[in-house]
């Protein structure tokens, strides 16, 4: 079965700065789908950005990216230029190996410094 | 257009007693999934639907629970005799398509508090 570890329970970061949250995945495929949803105090998971994993290239999605390296199984995301808005729990999951619904981590709380 | 949308917004049942929770899907989505999300963790599967067929209900966690989109767009989660471990948010998430690589949108949940 395929697993995610987030290792960041919790990280903070001044508004206006740049943020890593990681992600590690673990599986036997080949061919799978990785994501990062951003769920808000409201609970309304929203899509951050997606990967494919038989594309090379880094998904952005203007101030998110990823550094998704295949062989390591990694695929942390990475928000520039953050904004109060930024704040809320992200999710890292993975789609693939004949499973219908998506794997979750454990999530980061990220938190926002004014 | 509209989301996907849950109701109740919130639950409270006492321990014994069977709750329903509703999702609308957006509308021409073929996939329906539930997930379970305990405090502190992430969402976890529980059953999926392409249209009105339930392909898997691999997550569910006992014989209590059961699920249903009879005509293929409204979906209702059911649990009989809800026990305190059955607290959680209820997320429901549609796609277009099936397949790992259609992207699912999410509801705002159901949060079931069992007394």
């Known amino acids: 079965a395929q697993t995610v570890t987030q290792s960041q329970p919790e990280m903070s970061v001044q508004e206006a700065e740049t943020v890593t949250l990681s992600c590690t995945y673990d599986?036997?495929?080949?061919?799978?789908?990785l994501f990062w949803y951003k769920q808000p105090p409201s609970r309304q998971m929203i899509l951050v950005i997606r990967q494919e994993a038989y594309k090379q290239q880094n998904a952005t999605e203007n101030r998110f990216s990823v550094n998704f390296q295949k062989a390591a199984k990694s695929f942390s995301l990475k928000i520039s230029d953050s904004q109060l808005g930024d704040a809320a729990m992200y999710f890292c999951?993975?789609?693939?190996?004949?499973?219908?619904?998506?794997?979750f981590g454990k999530g980061t709380h990220l938190i926002i410094q004014p | 257009g509209a989301g996907v949308s849950q109701s109740p917004r919130y639950k409270v049942a006492k321990r014994g007693q069977d709750v329903a929770l509703r999702c609308d899907p957006i509308s021409g989505h073929v996939s329906l999934f539930w997930y379970q999300q305990a405090l502190g963790q992430g969402p976890e599967f529980l059953t999926y639907?392409?249209?009105?067929?339930?392909?898997?209900k691999s997550g569910l966690p006992s014989d209590r629970f059961f699920a249903e989109r009879p005509e293929g767009s409204v979906s209702t989660l059911k649990i009989q005799r809800t026990q305190q471990e059955d607290s959680a948010v209820y997320l429901c998430?549609?796609?277009?398509?099936?397949?790992?690589?259609?992207?699912?949108?999410f509801g705002p949940g159901t949060r079931l508090t069992v007394l």
């Open positions: 599986t036997s495929e080949s061919d799978y789908y």
């Open positions: 999951a993975y789609s693939g190996g004949g499973a219908d619904g998506l794997t």
């Open positions: 639907f392409q249209n009105e067929a339930q392909l898997d």
């Open positions: 998430a549609s796609s277009l398509n099936r397949g790992p690589a259609d992207t699912q949108y």
